[in-house]
């Protein structure tokens, strides 16, 4: 199994409502400024790449923008659909979209680089879509040590020993984290005037029980980690992580560090 088959197999089977317990409050958080980096507005031709459950589509739509979702999970896609049956929502291929040349006046990826065997052909086709003058725009996670969410449960899994287990080669989960690896990222693909700007913020997390069923269940990469671990293996990575996360007790939940890097330009 090659990486890409790899992320399309964790897509067709993890489960949606793990994902979205834990990920989709995150992610909406940073959809509007998303929106605005990249001017979607009334009228604005919006391509929603690795639309997942239509959280940025259906954002787009009810700012008067007309809107096509576009993600590879079929799964993905029928929530989707019967959420928003108002917006076309199709299957495909983040990096290549198969749609016509400047179709869009704008363009997002909302976290799916990181999913990307080939990221650099995924900036290549958002701008490829979009007219001259026409907005790109892309989410990324920042680094474990910004983006606590994700890195208590790595260094959690350090803590306790796990040994991760072989996965197809990809991309480095952090690399777009840097802003010059985001700006060539953007400019290689044909855009100007390229933006990176970085977001943090901090997000309830009701209980270690959440955090550990959002990743263990409905995620890719941290997913595999955990589940090739021993029964007794994910039971001390679950301490670890409760140990980790008491810093960040605030009354009845948890209070965790969020970063997100956030790339735009201009075609």
């Not at 980096?37 to 009228?43: D, H, L, M, P, Y």
């Not at 958002?126 to 907005?135: I, S, Y």
């Not at 991760?164 to 952090?174: D, N």
């Not at 409760?242 to 997100?260: H, I």
């Amino acid at each position: 199994m090659d990486f890409d088959a790899f992320e399309r197999d964790a897509w067709a089977t993890n489960d949606a409502a793990a994902y979205e317990q834990l990920f989709g409050p995150v992610t909406r958080y940073v959809i509007d400024a998303l929106l605005d980096a990249t001017c979607v507005g009334a009228g604005t031709r919006l391509l929603d790449v690795a639309t997942g459950p239509g959280y940025v589509a259906a954002r787009g739509a009810a700012r008067g923008a007309r809107v096509t979702g576009l993600d590879r999970s079929a799964q993905m896609l029928a929530i989707a659909r019967a959420r928003h049956p108002a917006i076309a929502f199709v299957e495909g291929d983040a990096e290549a979209l198969g749609l016509p040349d400047a179709t869009f006046d704008a363009a997002v990826a909302s976290f799916c680089l990181l999913h990307l065997e080939r990221p650099e052909r995924c900036a290549a086709e958002l701008a490829r879509v979009v007219v001259p003058g026409g907005r790109v725009g892309v989410t990324v996670w920042n680094t474990p040590d910004r983006a606590r969410l994700f890195g208590v449960v790595l260094e959690s899994a350090r803590a306790a020993g796990a040994i991760p287990p072989p996965l197809p080669p990809g991309p480095e989960f952090y690399r777009y984290a840097d802003d010059a690896e985001m700006q060539r990222l953007l400019a290689g693909g044909g855009l100007r005037d390229v933006t990176v700007q970085t977001i943090d913020w901090r997000t309830p997390i009701a209980s270690v029980d959440e955090l550990w069923h959002g990743f263990a269940a409905g995620t890719a990469r941290t997913r595999a980690l955990l589940m090739a671990q021993t029964p007794a293996m994910q039971a001390a990575i679950r301490d670890q992580l409760a140990l980790a996360l008491a810093p960040y007790r605030d009354g009845n939940a948890f209070m965790v560090p969020v970063s997100v890097k956030l790339g735009a330009g201009i075609r």
